[in-house]
């Protein structure tokens, strides 16, 4: 039985990330770029009206301060010309600055004499409300670095500059598959015996929230064959493989058989934390196997702890579970030899361990929004003493 700190030095140490894939630009919401983007042409193409107003050349203006509108320029148009002195053009923002005119009084600082424009802008200066072409990226300026999480804001940037496909981290493909011959479907009446099956909407959850949605979900009964075949075809299919219970040591556990027979590489078995004690992880090739305990405080706490930092790591992406030290609320007491792990409730300045700690139960999880960690040489915490915080994501 290893430690927390050696089960997740482990796990990162062990995983390489996926190899880079190219994707349609609208598709990469989240993904994380894994080469530089250049920018194609300068942006704007053309110098740029940034206001409805009138167009002009300012050192013509200056000289005899009139100024004949000839015409108007509405954005898009694509009709060229070149203004001639003592002209003035009608345009509009966004639009393109023609020729010879080098700024753009606003329509509000203006009066209009018959088709002579009068202009009443004191502060006005040459170039004020044109865009100069190429200032918002020159062509062949890195855009987007390596690394750089494609956020709505990079999204509609890049495709601002005319990128349509990008080179990315894609997210991990995932296979649940939920073992035990005593779990029913929720909506079907229990017989005597059965417990609803929770676990893999707990985990579809999660996973969807972290925008993963290529997710299978299997179910095999507790025999080793249906464990193992079961795994041995998920296995092709994935590149993590999520089994939740029948990974402790009963009489009816055949997941570690199961991953020994589909030649999965045990990495570890068994963690000296609470709960979870029984986490399993293995690897075949690139493939990532985790063994998650079946009951389902333990399994989302597996999951936090261990699972997304896999992820995280898999396609690159940044800390998704922040880490943060408060003081605790009320003092509380445990045994030494584990490392535990507390369902909690952070308030933005103290935390408290929530009742009903067993790992069996969710009614504390599901109002809970952070674990308290007590590594396992801690036997008592006073009130207002310090602890690591991990906030779940929301």
Known sequence: MISVSEAKKIITDNITRLTPVNLPLQFSSGLVLAKDVYAPMDIPAFPQSSMDGYAFSYSNWQKDKKLRISREVAAGSNEIFTLDQNEAVRIFTGAPVPPGADTVVMQEKIKLLSNEL??????????????????????GTLALGKNSVLTPAAIGFLAGIGIKEVNVYPLPSISIIITGNELQQ?????????????????????????????????????????????????????????????????????VLQ????CDVINFFHKVKQRPGKPLYFGMKENKLVFGLPGNPSSLLTCFYQYVIPAL??????????????????KPFQKKAELTHFFKGFYDGETVTALDAQESYRLSSFAIANCLIQVNEEVTSLNKGELVDVYLLPG
């Open 312 to 329: 995280e790591k898999l396609s690159n992406r940044k800390k998704i579970v922040q880490t943060l030290q408060a003081p605790l609320n």
């Open 186 to 254: 929720p909506g079907i009446p229990l017989q005597h015996g059965q417990v609803y099956e929770s676990n893999s909407f707990s985990l579809k959850a999660i996973l969807k929230q972290l925008h993963i949605e290529n997710i299978q979900v299997l179910y095999a009964t507790d025999e080793a064959t249906t464990v193992t075949n079961t795994l041995k075809n998920a296995l092709p299919l994935s590149d993590v493989v999520l089994l939740t219970g029948g990974i402790s040591v009963g009489d009816y556990d055949f």
């Open 258 to 261: 199961a991953a020994t027979e």
């Open 118 to 139: 009068i202009i009443e802008d004191e502060n006005l200066q040459s170039g004020s409300n044109v865009r100069p072409k190429g200032s918002e990226i020159k062509a």
